[in-house]
């Protein structure tokens, strides 16, 4: 079965750096997503991209966050300068009918 | 605006029968449901759609009252693999556009 990739599956950086996570969503799929889960909470929404372009953001998605299809099959988040707060699960998902999620960069701020 | 999830938690033995409760304030285009086991990605189960198409899962279903905006997932006959963290997503236009999730059902089953 098609799986959407993820790496790396846990990243620990220091406060104010910038991270890149990456995902390759299913091929043919046309829809992508970037969520977001602090440990034991809900799984929230970060960012939609199709057609090569941001479709939806939420405030969550400030201005220290970006997203990229570099190459046709990547598909990236970047934070800028990461805070404490942004400490979180990330998933990538990608979609044609029901959605497909990645199995999560755990994304650890000190 | 966050779908409301009911029960917040639910202990069951082997072969005994759930249902999870998802309402939402707006109006919906579609209800997915996902399963997420602890540490592991959300799984997708089954989405219903606005006019009562739905895909999904053989041993779970669901149901989706547009006019109350609200979805039930039926889960019969329980197996320890039930076991998890249930979430609704819905979404207000298009299948494929952004989905908002409960704050999730958290199912154990014991043996």
């Known amino acids: 079965e098609p799986e959407v990739t993820q790496t790396p599956s846990h990243q620990v950086t220091q406060m104010g750096q910038e991270v890149i996570l990456r995902c390759v969503p299913i091929?043919?799929?046309?829809?992508f997503y970037w969520y977001r889960q602090i440990l034991g909470q809900k799984v929230e929404f970060l960012v939609s991209f199709y057609n090569n372009e941001i479709s939806e953001k939420s405030e969550i998605f400030d201005d220290q966050f970006s997203v990229e299809r570099p190459d046709g099959s990547n598909f990236t988040l970047k934070i800028r300068s990461t805070k404490l707060e942004d400490s979180a699960m990330y998933f990538c998902?990608?979609?044609?009918?029901?959605?497909?999620f990645g199995s999560g960069t755990r994304l650890t701020v000190v | 605006q966050q779908p409301v999830q009911s029960p917040q938690a639910v202990i069951l033995r082997e072969g005994e029968d759930a249902v999870i409760n998802c309402s939402s304030s707006k109006a919906l285009y579609s209800v997915h449901w996902y399963r997420q086991k602890h540490g592991e990605a959300p799984v997708f189960l089954m989405i219903l759609l606005k006019g009562g198409e739905q895909k999904g899962h053989e041993k779970i279903s669901a149901s989706f009252n547009e006019k109350k905006q609200q979805s039930s997932l039926y889960l019969t006959a329980s197996q320890l693999s039930y076991s998890g963290t249930y979430f609704c997503?819905?979404?207000?236009?298009?299948?494929?556009?952004?989905?908002?999730f409960g704050q999730g059902t958290t199912l154990q089953v014991k043996p």
């Open positions: 997503g819905t979404a207000s236009s298009g299948n494929t556009g952004k989905l908002i």
């Open positions: 091929s043919n799929h046309l829809y």
């Open positions: 998902a990608s979609t044609s009918y029901g959605y497909t």
